[in-house]
Nanobody, 123 residues
Framework: QVQLVESGGGLVQAGGSLRLSCAAS????????MGWFRQAPGKEREFVAA????????KYADSEKGRFTISRDNAKNTVYLQMNSLKPEDTAVYYC????????????????WGQGTQVTVSS
């Protein structure tokens, strides 16, 4: 089992940047594909980005391409989401998740979830 804890959220002005971190427990972090999802108030949870076990393959939602970067450090059991040029519509709770399957943008492929971290972008 994997336990995930997100951090790094907060309040930022439009155009600013934030880096989210997700720390995983256990020795098997490198065996999992990792993903980031977000959920805005009144909306369904949506895919943001995912990264393969080795970090060589990444996948992004179209709206995040070029602004967000996902990375991982298997030695630190941590996955990151660097978010630049933030927009008010990026406001959401951001969740990290771990999958035993291939890189995926489908939340049902992810087995473990963190509690989320709030990101608020002011205009």
């Amino acid at each position: 089992q994997v336990q995930l804890v997100e951090s790094g959220g907060g309040l930022v002005q439009a155009g600013g940047s934030l880096r989210l971190s997700c720390a995983a427990s256990g020795r098997t972090f490198r065996n999992y594909v990792m993903g980031w999802f977000r959920q805005a108030p009144g909306k369904e949870r949506e895919f943001v980005a995912a990264i393969s076990r080795s970090g060589t393959i990444t996948k992004y939602a179209d709206s995040e391409k070029g602004r967000f970067t996902i990375s991982r450090d298997n030695a630190k059991n941590t996955v990151y989401l660097q978010m630049n040029s933030l927009k008010p519509e990026d406001t959401a709770v951001y969740y990290c998740a771990a999958s035993k399957y291939q890189v995926s943008d489908t939340e049902y492929d992810y087995d473990y979830w963190g509690q989320g971290t709030q990101v608020t972008v002011s205009s």
